[in-house]
């Protein structure tokens, strides 16, 4: 069986709280076990940021996260309008090169990448499509 939940958000990196409130609820109803939970809401965290600090251009605009719950997986799903950007795609600097540089970016993408089972992007006009699913 499958539920799917939505979730609007301004775009505003303060609306982040209530973003990882709802994946935690929806990752509870999915019967996730709780260390995945946490690498979800971490992964969906830094996605969300990432679509509102570099890619919303517009601060009316929203972020839409939706759940699609299953026994043991939960899929969270990250629309917004904006500039093409493929996060399964995109070169990433590796962690090493970061700490080294003491960049206080660089490392949201290898995050999101690591922390979640499968990570798919699609674009449906000039909306970007991010998809990380977690099992377990």
């Not at 493929?86 to 690591?114: C, F, M, N």
């Amino acid at each position: 069986m499958s539920n799917a939940r939505t979730l609007r958000v301004r775009s505003d990196t303060a609306e982040l709280g209530r973003v990882r409130k709802r994946v935690a609820v929806w990752a509870e109803g999915a019967g996730l076990a709780e260390r995945t939970a946490h690498r979800l809401q971490l992964a969906v965290d830094e996605t969300v940021a990432n679509a509102i600090e570099h890619g919303i251009e517009d601060d009316r605009r929203r972020v839409v996260i939706q759940g699609t719950l299953s026994r043991g997986r939960l899929t969270i799903t990250v629309r917004y309008r904006g500039p093409r950007f493929d996060p399964t795609t995109a070169k990433t600097q590796s962690t090493r090169v970061a700490l080294e540089r003491r960049a206080e970016h660089g490392y949201g993408l290898h995050l999101i990448r690591t922390l979640v089972d499968q990570v798919d992007y699609r674009r449906d006009g000039n909306v970007n499509e991010v998809r990380l699913t977690a099992r377990g």
